[in-house]
């Protein structure tokens, strides 16, 4: 009964995490696709430029707070523009 109780929490989990981590549409900015959980949680309703800024802001202010792709991919944003 353990092991069942345990594998069914493990499954939801892995459910949870996979649907918060949903890749953004395609056509999208890398920082779209990578961010794409962060933007939703951090920076609600907010898209393009300024989406990119408060994400950077996260980063510089918690940096646990935004995933190491999307770090990558704010960096990468960075020196292009």
């Not at 996979?18 to 549409?25: K, L, V």
């Not at 779209?32 to 802001?57: I, R, V």
């Amino acid at each position: 009964m353990k092991l069942i109780t345990v594998a069914l929490v493990a499954a939801f989990a892995i459910a949870a995490a996979q649907a918060q981590q949903a890749p953004a549409p395609s056509g999208s900015s890398p920082v779209e696709q990578a961010c794409s959980g962060e933007m939703k949680q951090l920076c609600p309703g907010q898209t393009g430029n300024a989406a990119a800024k408060c994400l950077q802001n996260a980063a510089k202010s918690n940096p646990n707070s935004v995933s190491a792709n999307c770090k990558t991919a704010l960096q990468n944003a960075k020196h292009r523009g």
